[in-house]
């Protein structure tokens, strides 16, 4: 394995962002990643950030994933996306048995796709069972090896379970309005057979009873899994709010404001609250993704308001970010709306990332409070 400090990580993710930058217009024109931004992921790490040590992964901590995230996402937001979703996929591989993840790590920088809603039906037959049904939104699929899936079952509850996307079906679906270069097409699965060694009970999951040996005494694969996951998505979110600052900004010395007398925008107070009101949300935001990844890295036991303040972290860095960026592409001009500039694309990606199911701040502000009130949370998800 290379050795390799966690903070040049993100300097390597850095370096890549001019090329993810330049391939975003294609990716979104052909909904799915570049080849070559695939490529310059695997060159810097970013395949290998949640993969255990002992395959020649860097078993990296929250705060560092989100670190690399929000650098890659101020390249393009369907990358960053995609690379957390596979970040996410990859350390739920590493609950399962030592031996699955065994076959899984054998293939380098191996890409892994996941779901977390169990829309299939799993049926027992012989060691295994038996799945058929299909999961939308599956990000980075179309260039994923395997696909942890979730199905429903008729009497042990959900399971979640391995298998190669040799076994499935892609139904190109993925036509959208935002984050339209990660290629979240759906999968499709017919009666394909998932030994029993590759599954696991959902409810066990969500338990944190986690089956793997020799990653039990590693403290990032004993967070919970909710905690684990908002922590993976955030930092994607802050890199798009940094790129829109950054797209306005450059943009900034040579536009004036049309129909008025300012012949250089930066000059207008109200430009200068624009900028001054969507830096200070950006800060915000930070403040709640690294207070995320903080305590899921250090928290070893967790209450339900643990649980449910590390939901409402996430939504609010998805709340905030949206304001931030909902001010600076307003402060964009008629100009904007061209396919070629970048804040248009930016401002597509965040409202589609708020509108995630797991992300959306208003659901995650209202549990957060059903249990700051004293009620039961009214999810599982936690």
């Known amino acids: 394995m290379e050795t390799l400090q966690k903070p040049e990580l993100a300097e390597r993710a850095g370096r890549i962002v001019p090329l993810l930058r330049g391939n975003a217009y294609w990716s979104e024109g052909h909904r799915r990643l570049h080849p070559l931004s695939i490529e310059a992921m695997g ?7 949640r993969v255990p040590e002992r395959y020649g992964g860097y078993a990296c901590d929250s705060r560092t994933l989100t670190e690399v995230l929000s650098v ?25 048995p030592d031996e699955v993840q065994d076959e899984v790590f054998s293939a380098p920088d191996v890409r892994i796709c996941a779901t977390l809603s169990p829309t299939a039906v799993a049926t027992p037959k012989g060691s295994g069972y038996t799945v058929t049904g ?47 270069g990660s290629g979240s097409v759906s999968t499709i699965a017919t009666d394909v057979h998932v030994p029993a060694a590759r599954v696991l009970p ?17 403290p990032v694969y004993r967070a919970p899994l909710l905690p684990t996951a ?21 943009r900034l010395p040579q536009r004036g404001i049309t129909y008025t007398g300012y012949t250089s925008q930066r000059e207008a107070p109200i430009t200068h609250l624009q900028v001054a009101t969507a830096e200070m949300k950006i800060d915000e935001a930070w403040f709640h993704a690294d207070r995320l990844a903080t305590q899921v890295d250090t928290t070893t036991t967790w209450t339900m308001k643990d649980r449910a303040r590390a939901r409402a972290d996430m939504g609010a860095v998805c709340q905030l970010v949206k304001e931030a960026v909902d001010i600076l592409n307003t402060a964009s001009g008629g100009s904007s709306i061209y396919d070629t500039v970048p804040i248009q694309q930016i401002e597509r990606d965040v409202r589609a990332i708020n509108l995630h199911a797991l992300m959306h701040p208003d659901t995650n502000l209202e549990l957060y409070g059903r249990v700051l009130c004293g009620l039961d949370p009214n999810t599982y998800y936690l």
Request: include cysteine; hydrophobic fraction near 50%.
């Open 43 to 49: 060159d810097a790490g970013v395949f290998k950030l």
């Open 202 to 218: 959902l409810g066990a999951i969500l338990h944190e009873q986690y089956a793997s040996r020799l990653n039990a005494d590693t």
């Open 72 to 96: 890659l996402g101020q390249g393009d937001g369907s990358t960053a996306w995609t690379a957390a979703v596979w970040s996410i996929a990859t350390w739920l591989t590493c609950l399962f």
């Open 134 to 180: 299909q999961w939308a939104f599956m990000s980075g699929a179309l260039h994923s090896q395997w696909q942890v899936i979730a199905a429903a079952t008729e009497s042990t509850g959900p399971i979640m379970a391995l298998v190669p996307m040799s076994d499935l079906e892609i139904m190109d679906d993925w036509y959208t309005t935002g984050l339209k």
């Open 230 to 250: 908002s922590a993976s998505s955030v930092g994607t979110l802050i890199g798009l709010a940094r790129a829109a600052m950054g797209a306005f900004m450059n």
